[in-house]
């Protein structure tokens, strides 16, 4: 599987943000996709996942961006996005695509998205 992250850039805090992956290659492997991300001089932390089919489980969310960020998926498209909104400077880092499939995990290039206080 791989994936290909687009979407961050500069934004003031308070503004908003669409991260979107797009996965090729072994699409019916995928169980689940999601976001993490890595701030300077922090490891890196879950931010948000969603389970590519509809087998009722639910997306799931760290605390920290739980009422703020919003995490969907198009199948028909093999992608998935991250609508970030009430963007805090907290929230800067890079932010990597994760896709968890039968064969273990990928991860994407990494897009960075900084918030200006």
Not at 52 to 62: E, H, I
Request: proline share 2%; hydrophobic share 35%; with cysteine.
């Amino acid at each position: 599987v791989q994936l290909q992250a687009s979407g961050g850039g500069l934004v003031q805090a308070g503004g908003s943000l669409r991260l979107s992956c797009a996965a090729s290659g072994s699409i019916l492997s995928i169980v689940t996709m999601g976001w993490y991300r890595q701030a300077p001089g922090k490891s890196r932390e879950f931010v948000a996942s969603v389970p590519r089919g509809d087998s009722g489980d639910t997306s799931n969310y760290a605390d920290s961006v739980k009422g703020r960020f919003t995490i969907s998926r198009d199948n028909a498209k093999n992608t998935i996005y991250l609508q970030m909104n009430s963007l805090k400077a907290e929230d800067t880092a890079i932010y990597y695509c994760n896709a968890l499939h039968w064969r273990g995990n990928s991860w994407g290039q990494g897009t960075l998205v900084t918030v200006s206080s």
